[in-house]
Every structure is written in C-alpha cells, then in structure tokens.
C-alpha cells in the first residue's frame, strides 16, 4: 500500500500483491482473454517468415508509420520566427497533440493556440473560427506574426485560409497590415516533413513574393540556411558555430534554437530568439541558400531558385565525414572563406576517434528508421564506419529517396546486403528483425516495443534499441544533442560504440560462464 513516508511510481507500485490481484481480477472478470497458449502461440506466428510474407502484403492499415502529420510540422517551423504565434485551423484535439507531443520531447513549454474547430464549423465551414480565432489572438499573445496552418477537419471540408484571413482583415477583426502567413497542410497526406516544408514555403512568400523590386542576389553578402524539420538544438548551435568560424554571415530562415530551450529562471518566455521579419525580407539578397535537409524542403527550393533566383546547391544533409565536408566546402566556394584549422582539427580528431572505435563498430549489423534526410545521412555514416546497415525503413521516403538510398549503398561493400523500404512502418521492420535479425536497431522512442517484443521471444532474439531520432520521449536531454558535422558524428560515434560495448558487458557479466570477456579494458 501507499503511505505518505514511501510512495512508490507505478513500478514497482503494481508489482505489489494487492495491485497484481486488482490486475488479475480485471483480466478474468472484463477481458475475455484468449487462453495464454493460444496467445503464446499467435505471438510465436507473428515472428515467423509466413507471417511476413502476409504482413508485406498489408494495403489499407498502417501501424506505427514512426512518421507524424503535416500541421505538427508547421508548428516547428512557425516557432522559428522571432515573436510568431503558431495558430492551427483545426480542432482543439489535434492541437493539444502536436503541444504534447513537442512537450514530451523537448521538454519545454511548445504554444501553440487552436480556433477549435466543432461539428457546426464542420459542415458550415470554419470562416468564423478564423475571424474570431484571429481577433482574440492579435489581442491577447503580443505577437508580431501569425502563422496559420490547418488540420483535416478544415481540409476535408475545403475551407480556403487565404480567403478567410483576407476577410478576417478587410472585415475588421485584424489589423490589415498584420503580418498572417499561412500554409494548408492535410494531415492525411505528406508527414511532419511536408508540413514543415509548407510552411516555411508559405512564410518566405508571404513576405518576399511581391516584394522582389530591388532584391540582388549576394547584394547583403550572406548565405541563407533553411534546417528543415530539426530537432536536436544542437545541430543549430554546430553549424552556426562553424559559419562563426569560417567568418561567413549568415541567416537561419526559422530557428527555434532558444525558445525550445528557455533557461529556469524565473521568466516565462513564451517568445525568445527567431528569425526576425527584416531578415525574412532581406534574404533574397543573399549569396545563397543551402537547404540542410534538402529531401523535405522541395516547396522551398521551388520557391527560393524561382522566386529568389538563388542557385540552391546540391548537397546531402551534413552528416558523417563526407557530408560535412560537403557542406563546408559548399560554403567555403560560395563565400570565398576558407575553411579554418580550427575545424580541420575537428575533423581530424573525428577520425582519430574512428579509428580508436572501427574495430568494435566494423562488421556489426543495424538496422534504422526515420525521415528521408536523417536516414540518408545516417546510413553514409554508418558505412564510413564500417557498420552493415540492414534494413533501412522510411514511411515518409519518396522513390527519389529509395533512388539515392541505394546509390549510396551500392557505392559501398558494407551496404551489399542492406534494404530499403519507402512505405513501410515499424509492423514490418518488427518482422524483419525477427526473420533476419540485426545486432542493433537505431531510430526513436517507439523502437523500445520491438526491442521488447524480440525480448520475448528470448534473449537471443533481442534487438537492443539505440535512440537516435525524433521523438525521444522516454530519455532526457537527448534533444540538446548533435548529431550534424564532425561535432554530430563523434556524439552518433560514441553512442554507438558504447551501446556496443554495454551490450558486450551485459552478454558477458554471468560469472564463471561467460565472464572470462567481461574485460576491464575495452
């Protein structure tokens, strides 16, 4: 029982005799459970090659995409502008989601504000959500921009944000030169990326599209970074870093690096850092704008090499050696500033560490999942690492993903036998790592259930999960991480040498059997 001298959490609290029977009771009295050997035996089937042929056969369900939808992207790209408030034309259930889901990660306050959509706006239309939504909002959160995006309530119906926001101003409820930015993005197509890349899109038009006249290109000297949908804030203080020390000016065309990551000192700042609107205005003058992420920033290539007239590079997402180094030189070509020794010293000491770690790393079998950039990026690590990605599952990968994917692993020995799979979710690479077992499993938070579910079937069928991704719910402080540049690939580095080396110890800690390789030194 509980007492308030020693209060348990959850577990080991339903570990206690009396919970267990609470738990018991529960399953003979409403559950109508299946015997356990009939449980045992449908469980044992789902691990077999049989049921994978059916399982790859699905059409209409998906479980567990290990992919979000578009409006949870908006917001992130929203917050990256300085004094923004992310506004969600859509149902207030659908909000509290994307908040939660922002909070659970970042751990930090994420607002975003609802219009809160019902089922009147869902047949009449949502116009009336917006206008008052819009009123209240100018009113009350001291922004200085509104970005709007939608849900699929809205779209379902068709409401139309352009004409809605023009009424809402011509009407009255907001002022007319208040800057609404908007981006309609339906949940039921493209993920978090899309809607990210949406509006972003919708943003730099907004303020950019009629006001081209006098706009030339490298007129300011700098170089625009678009990061995409980002979210180790680590991976803006790296690259901001190394521009700082190429000399090189720069702007981040949305960077939520500080509100994401406000200190605890007694103030509350809804608001901190961003993208201002004078530099969103000025970046056509740019020399340049390097996409970091450039699989999901289509829309906004579009837009910066039509509208702009910029000549967006084209490069990988700078991860690994090569990545970074392509990035680097990209710049260093675009701007004319060299590279400094202090980063040549980076980069040389990643490769020591390399080299201190390949006889541990080389050979080994791990299969990921994630976004199109991040997995891309990742795998051209893992070769220089010597490590043989196998399955690689991407639900939001597009053909031209999988086409670069397999370039990639083509070019390489360590990526003779790997697979990629654009479509697919965290159903099927269960199966495949029952069928042809990886010695790791690299990806977010929601991989832990197919550790757990290899777990079961034995100890020796157990895929150990090594998070690296978006979401990671169920560790903290992993989101203040690097995993881009040279800085980014010692942080994967280390983490999956020691994941390596942890999983060696535990395998090895059962004294007088298998404790003659439970070595001091490793």
């Known amino acids: 029982m509980q007492t308030v001298d020693k209060i348990k959490p959850c577990f080991p609290l339903f570990r ?19 015997a356990k050997d009939k449980v045992a035996e449908t469980f044992e089937w789902t691990t077999s090659l049989e049921y994978q042929e059916l399982n790859f056969k699905r059409e209409a369900l998906t479980i567990n995409p290990a992919k979000a939808c578009q409006p949870l992207g908006s917001a992130l790209c929203g917050v990256g502008f300085h004094k923004t408030l992310v506004y969600i034309h859509g149902s207030q259930g659908c909000v509290a989601y994307f908040r939660t889901y922002f909070n ?32 209240n909002a100018s009113k009350l959160y001291d922004a200085e921009m509104i970005a709007v995006s939608t849900t699929c309530i809205a779209e379902v119906i068709g409401d139309d944000l352009n004409a809605f926001i023009n009424n809402a101003k011509n009407e009255g409820y907001i002022a007319k030169d208040f800057p609404v930015p908007f981006a309609q993005t339906p949940s039921f197509v493209g993920s978090h990326v899309t809607g990210w890349d949406n509006m972003e899109e919708g943003i730099l038009r907004y303020f950019t599209l009629n006001h081209m006249e006098g706009k030339e290109v490298g007129w300011n000297g700098k170089i625009n970074i678009v990061p995409g949908f980002e979210t180790y804030l ?13 000399g090189v000016d720069y702007t981040y065309l949305s960077d939520p690096e500080e509100v994401l990551d406000t200190p605890a000192d007694g103030e509350f700042r809804m608001y901190a850092g961003g993208t201002t609107i004078p530099e969103i205005k000025d970046a056509p003058n740019a020399r340049n704008t390097l996409l970091l992420q ?14 702009w007239n910029h000549e967006v590079p084209k490069v990988d997402i700078p991860m690994g050696v090569e990545g970074t180094d392509e990035f680097l030189m990209k ?57 043989e990605p196998t399955h690689i599952v991407c639900n939001n990968g597009s053909k031209r993903w999988e086409k670069a994917m397999k370039k990639v692993l083509e070019a390489s020995p360590y990526g003779a036998n790997a697979k990629v799979y654009p479509g697919a979710d965290l159903w099927h690479l269960r199966s495949l790592c029952f069928t042809d077992k990886p ?18 079937k034995g100890k020796e069928f157990e895929v150990p999960l090594i998070r690296i991704g978006f979401p990671i719910f169920d560790r903290h402080h992993l989101h203040r991480m690097t995993t881009l540049g040279y800085e980014g690939a010692m942080y994967i580095l280390t983490t999956l040498t020691n994941a390596v080396l942890e999983r060696l110890d535990e395998q090895t800690r059962q004294m007088g059997v298998t404790d003659f390789n439970h070595d001091l030194i490793r």
């Open 234 to 246: 680590g991976n803006f203080r790296v690259i901001k870093r190394y521009l700082k020390e190429m």
């Open 16 to 34: 206690d005799d009396n919970y267990k029977q609470v738990i018991s009771n529960k399953r003979e009295q409403f559950e109508e459970m299946h």
């Open 439 to 456: 010695d790791f499993l690299i990806g977010n938070s929601y991989g832990k259930f197919i550790q757990r579910d290899t777990l079961h």
């Open 104 to 135: 659970r990660h970042f751990k930090e306050p994420f607002a975003i504000i609802a219009d809160s959509m019902t089922e009147d706006a869902a047949v009449f239309g949502g116009q009336k959500n917006v206008h008052e939504g819009l009123a």
């Open 331 to 387: 710049v260093a070509e675009i701007t004319g500033k060299p590279i400094p020794e202090s980063i040549a010293k980076e980069r040389g000491r990643l490769i020591d560490m390399m080299t201190d770690s390949h006889a541990w790393l080389h050979g080994k079998k791990m299969a990921l999942y994630g976004d199109p950039d991040f997995t891309l990026g990742l795998t051209k690590f893992l070769l220089e690492l010597g490590v």
């Open 294 to 307: 450039p699989l999901g920033l289509e829309k906004t290539r579009k837009y910066v090499e039509g509208t």
